[in-house]
T-cell receptor
Framework: AQSVAQPEDQVNVAEGNPLTVKCTYS??????LFWYVQYPNRGLQFLLK??????LVKGSYGFEAEFNKSQTSFHLKKPSALVSDSALYFC??????????????FGRGTQLTVWP | NAGVTQTPKFQVLKTGQSMTLQCAQD?????MYWYRQDPGMGLRLIYY???????DKGEVPNGYNVSRLNKREFSLRLESAAPSQTSVYFC????????FGSGTRLTVV
């Protein structure tokens, strides 16, 4: 079965420091992986995705994610955090099986707080 | 602007009342989805539609019905609202990743 785990409910980091938000996945078939961000009282916005190719994926707002097949991980990273990065982050894996093709399975989310 | 439009943005219902949440997308996507978001629970799939004319249950379908009216529109109906349905509801569309609507914040009292 497809599933995603985000082991940290909260991540706190000082502005200017690097940040990592962790995600591990379980999937039968090819792993198509996504990160979304949700700002307060807003819908989810797409950040980046891994479909195939280079294991380091670059996305919006300076974020990147590293796909590691052996560790079944897809951690979100940013070299230098900004206060404006404070938000709720969701990792997701796509189902590529038959009748449920295209459905995304989401983790529970990680609240990122960047303090000045 | 292209995207997913949800209405209404906010709604307060009394227990037992009914309502329909509307969703429309203009990106020509076949697949559309309804999720609910509750604190600490992440996003849980209520129903989805892989194409016009088809709908399937997700993880938490009880108490809800859906209609895929045409390729653009996918509505979610609460026939008899309960306090447990207080939540934020999101519609989404897409196959290789989703585009989300801005959400409907529903309170059932």
């Amino acid at each position: 079965a497809q599933s995603v785990a985000q082991p940290e409910d909260q991540v706190n980091v000082a502005e200017g420091n690097p940040l990592t938000v962790k995600c591990t996945y379980s999937v039968s078939g090819n792993p198509y992986l996504f990160w979304y961000v949700q700002y307060p009282n807003r819908g989810l916005q797409f950040l980046l995705k891994y479909i195939t190719g280079d294991n380091l994926v670059k996305g919006s707002y300076g974020f990147e994610a590293e796909f590691n097949k052996s560790q079944t991980s897809f951690h979100l990273k940013k070299p230098s955090a900004l206060v404006s990065d404070s938000a709720l982050y969701f990792c997701a894996v796509r189902d590529d099986r038959g009748s449920t093709l295209g459905r995304l399975y989401f983790g529970r989310g990680t609240q990122l707080t960047v303090w000045p | 602007n292209a995207g997913v439009t949800q209405t209404p943005k906010f709604q307060v219902l009394k227990t037992g009342q009914s309502m329909t949440l509307q969703c429309a997308q203009d990106m020509n996507h076949n697949s559309m989805y309804w999720y609910r978001q509750d604190p600490g629970m992440g996003l849980r799939l209520i129903y989805y539609s892989a194409s016009e004319g088809t709908t399937d249950k997700g993880e938490v379908p009880n108490g809800y019905n859906v209609s895929r009216l045409n390729k653009r529109e996918f509505s979610l109906r609460l026939e008899s609202a309960a306090p447990s349905q207080t939540s934020v509801y999101f519609c989404a569309s897409g196959v290789y990743g989703y585009t989300f609507g801005s959400g409907t914040r529903l309170t059932v009292v």
